[in-house]
């Protein structure tokens, strides 16, 4: 069957679901006159963002970071920022299902091929298969906590505190049980407290409740930070020669965005086809024939891919495509060989062969 390369669109989705990877073997007999159909991949790159989200806000007491606390760079004004902060890029195969090919093997043999969960060949005539772990991607993770979001910031204000109708008494009053604080941390440590812990567990429990109420009045001066990380996956499939492909967009406020979402700035792709997959010769240098029934495979291309975001590189790297090969087939007849069958294993992101050999 003849093989075309499609003109294939570049596809973006939101998302991308994992599945554990699994084979299915499927055998060449007179039921189905010892022919078996498949369909080889189309490289696809899934593109995750990792995303962060920086929140600040001012402490009360700002103003006064560093007569108190000698602290001249204080949070003065309530913020928030998204930033990239890693991209990850994945190669896997999809079944292209617009071409597809028939291995035709002669009658009283009985060969078979062993397919992935994505429909794609991965093996004749061996259950032998090592497939692809699923990557590995980061979780997402929710917006941090702050000392003032804590049990201990509760306690640490003072009914002097609270009566005080000066801003400026009352960061005075913040200031000087800081420095209580300390002393107290100090006197733990030396040994000089009036009454020490029993044990190891109860002094571990009090160093913890200073450190809690002493970061709660710090961040009344210095102010607070929150982070939180946004995780989504793009996938993304190689068609021509790209130089500034959008893929997604960062929003100061939303997080990671859809591409055509204007509020963010572009997380952009470039792609360049290093290298195109070429018919295999002979030894007088003319190209091969395609064998009769031959068992299909592809001789992929090669691309370098860039993911850049503010004008910095977030990735980079290169890959075989299968879009930018060939598909050549190899004589059927070598699988069913009586004395010595061959064995094949596929490449399931490029349709390449991995290993030829004879049993």
Request: hydrophobic residues 40%; proline residues 6%.
């Given at each position: 069957?003849?093989?075309?390369?499609?003109?294939?669109?570049?596809?973006?989705?939101?998302?991308?679901?994992?599945?554990?990877?699994?084979?299915?073997?499927?055998?060449?007999?007179?039921?189905?006159?010892?022919?078996?159909?498949?369909?080889?991949?189309?490289?696809?790159?899934?593109?995750?963002?990792?995303?962060?989200?920086?929140?600040?806000?001012?402490?009360?007491?700002?103003?006064?970071?560093?007569?108190?606390?000698?602290?001249?760079?204080?949070?003065?004004?309530?913020?928030?920022?998204?930033?990239?902060?890693?991209?990850?890029?994945?190669?896997?195969?999809?079944?292209?299902?617009?071409?597809?090919?028939?291995?035709?093997?002669?009658?009283?043999?009985?060969?078979?091929?062993?397919?992935?969960?994505?429909?794609?060949?991965?093996?004749?005539?061996?259950?032998?298969?090592?497939?692809?772990?699923?990557?590995?991607?980061?979780?997402?993770?929710?917006?941090?906590?702050?000392?003032?979001?804590?049990?201990?910031?509760?306690?640490?204000?003072?009914?002097?505190?609270?009566?005080?109708?000066?801003?400026?008494?009352?960061?005075?009053?913040?200031?000087?049980?800081?420095?209580?604080?300390?002393?107290?941390?100090?006197?733990?440590?030396?040994?000089?407290?009036?009454q020490m812990p029993p044990d190891g567990t109860a002094m571990q429990i009090v160093m913890d409740q200073i450190g809690a109420q002493e970061a709660?009045?710090?961040?009344?001066?210095?102010?607070?930070?929150?982070?939180?990380?946004?995780?989504?996956?793009?996938?993304?499939?190689?068609?021509?020669?790209?130089?500034?492909?959008?893929?997604?967009?960062?929003?100061?406020?939303?997080?990671?965005?859809?591409?055509?979402?204007?509020?963010?700035?572009?997380?952009?792709?470039?792609?360049?086809?290093?290298?195109?997959?070429?018919?295999?010769?002979?030894?007088?240098?003319?190209?091969?024939?395609?064998?009769?029934?031959?068992?299909?495979?592809?001789?992929?291309?090669?691309?370098?891919?860039?993911?850049?975001?503010?004008?910095?590189?977030?990735?980079?790297?290169?890959?075989?495509?299968?879009?930018?090969?060939?598909?050549f087939g190899l004589d059927p007849k070598m699988f069913t060989d009586k004395k010595a069958p061959a064995y094949l294993l596929l490449d399931p992101?490029?349709?390449?062969?991995?290993?030829?050999?004879?049993?």
């Amino acid at each position: 069957m003849r093989y075309i390369v499609l003109s294939l669109a570049c596809v973006l989705a939101s998302s991308v679901v994992t599945v554990a990877q699994t084979t299915q073997k499927f055998q060449a007999t007179k039921a189905n006159d010892y022919g078996l159909v498949y369909s080889l991949p189309t490289t696809v790159l899934d593109v995750t963002v990792v995303a962060e989200r920086v929140v600040k806000r001012p402490g009360e007491f700002y103003m006064y970071a560093k007569k108190y606390l000698n602290v001249s760079d204080p949070v003065s004004e309530p913020s928030e920022s998204w930033t990239v902060k890693k991209v990850i890029v994945n190669a896997r195969g999809v079944a292209n299902g617009g071409e597809r090919y028939l291995m035709q093997f002669k009658g009283g043999t009985a060969p078979y091929v062993v397919m992935d969960n994505a429909d794609l060949p991965v093996a004749i005539n061996t259950e032998d298969v090592v497939l692809p772990e699923a990557p590995v991607l980061p979780e997402p993770v929710g917006l941090s906590s702050t000392p003032l979001d804590t049990e201990a910031a509760r306690y640490v204000i003072s009914e002097e505190m609270l009566q005080s109708q000066s801003s400026a008494k009352r960061a005075e009053l913040a200031a000087k049980r800081i420095y209580e604080l300390r002393q107290s941390r100090s006197d733990l440590i030396t040994g000089q407290a009036d009454q020490m812990p029993p044990d190891g567990t109860a002094m571990q429990i009090v160093m913890d409740q200073i450190g809690a109420q002493e970061a709660a009045l710090t961040a009344m001066f210095v102010g607070t930070e929150q982070r939180e990380t946004a995780v989504k996956t793009f996938t993304y499939i190689p068609h021509d020669e790209v130089t500034r492909y959008v893929l997604a967009r960062v929003s100061a406020l939303d997080g990671i965005v859809d591409s055509d979402d204007l509020s963010g700035d572009p997380i952009t792709l470039s792609l360049n086809i290093t290298d195109r997959g070429k018919m295999p010769v002979n030894d007088k240098g003319e190209t091969k024939e395609f064998p009769k029934g031959g068992v299909a495979y592809c001789i992929p291309g090669a691309a370098s891919v860039k993911i850049s975001f503010r004008g910095e590189t977030c990735w980079e790297g290169s890959m075989d495509v299968a879009q930018y090969g060939i598909v050549f087939g190899l004589d059927p007849k070598m699988f069913t060989d009586k004395k010595a069958p061959a064995y094949l294993l596929l490449d399931p992101v490029t349709g390449a062969i991995k290993e030829l050999g004879t049993k």
